[in-house]
């Protein structure tokens, strides 16, 4: 895989403070632009919602957008802490963002929820769907639920979320441990979990998230971050690295992380951290936007595969 580019957002472009550019998601507009979703934070950490504008050949950096696409939820509800756009998908004429409500908490640090905003404009603005989360923690899942990726075929929709299993204490702060899980749905707004099992076999003393499934050739093919529980911040042999896995049901995963086809650089933004990755087609090319060390505080970078994958 060819590491083509970082992506360095202007600040002075922006009127929020473009401290991180967190979960970087592609999204066609039509045949000369796309536009990137990625969230930034403010000074207190708490993330928005914001989209920038490529021009289709060149990449090159149109617009910027100067308000965030979402704020806040009212004090005790989901997403007051934060939210973070996970996936869109085309629904008809509108655009589904499904994306990640904070809350802060104690004595962990926040816990996570997933909603749904809808766009009637072509992407340029979002309302909320509901004050109430779409996914959240149940019996079977009891810690949290985020950064899900969602795909429309045909009349069914398809979800991978992560579930948190449980917190344990690192250095000076509690960790979260997860895993990858599967629900499907009818409308995109009521939706069934399967909980059978995890979709990644997961190893010892390991959390995978942020998965990103597209399907070909009625493959599923999904890549994901997967890092060590504890040590991971910027110890670069535990932090978080790309996987890869593949299905033919999307809910019974085979993990070849060989195939992911991309590491960590020997210098530079993204040489102790890869994750939070999304895959596109562009041009008959497949792309990779990921964020580099400091889970984004670098930026997010684009590689390109020097050839399809079969």
């Not at 928005?48 to 021009?55: L, N, S």
Request: with cysteine; aromatic share 16%; net charge negative.
């Amino acid at each position: 895989m060819d590491k083509k580019r970082k992506i360095i957002l202007c600040r002075e472009k922006y009127k929020m403070d473009v401290f991180t550019c967190d979960i970087a998601c592609f999204f066609s507009v039509n045949e000369n632009f796309f536009r990137i979703y990625f969230s930034t934070r403010n000074e207190e950490g708490k993330s928005y919602p914001a989209y920038a504008v490529f021009e289709r050949n060149s990449w090159e950096l149109i617009e910027l957008c100067s308000e965030p696409l979402l704020e806040w939820g009212r004090p005790g509800t989901f997403d007051d802490s934060g939210i973070m756009f996970s996936s869109l998908v085309r629904n008809g004429e509108n655009i589904y963002a499904y994306y990640i409500g904070w809350n802060q908490c104690f004595p962990v640090s926040y816990h996570l929820s997933i909603g749904l905003a809808v766009s009637s404009d072509g992407g340029r603005t979002f309302e909320k769907y509901s004050d109430g989360p779409l996914l959240d923690r149940s019996l079977e899942e009891p810690i949290f639920n985020t950064a899900p990726c969602v795909l429309l075929d045909s009349d069914m929709w398809e979800m991978w979320y992560v579930s948190c299993s449980h917190w344990i204490q690192g250095e000076g702060k509690m960790e979260p441990v997860y895993n990858v899980q599967y629900a499907s749905s009818f409308d995109g707004v009521h939706w069934k979990k399967d909980k059978a099992k995890s979709c990644i076999s997961c190893r010892q003393d390991e959390a995978i998230g942020r998965p990103w499934v597209i399907k070909e050739n009625n493959m599923y093919k999904m890549w994901y971050s997967y890092r060590k529980t504890l040590d991971y911040r910027v110890n670069k042999e535990n932090s978080y690295k790309i996987g890869y896995a593949e299905s033919v049901n999307g809910r019974d995963w085979e993990r070849k992380d060989e195939m992911a086809q991309i590491d960590l650089s020997e210098t530079g933004w993204d040489s102790q951290m890869l994750c939070y990755n999304s895959v596109f087609q562009e041009n008959g090319k497949l792309y990779m936007l990921y964020n580099g060390n400091l889970f984004g505080k670098t930026g997010f970078g684009v590689a390109k595969w020097e050839e399809l994958q079969k």
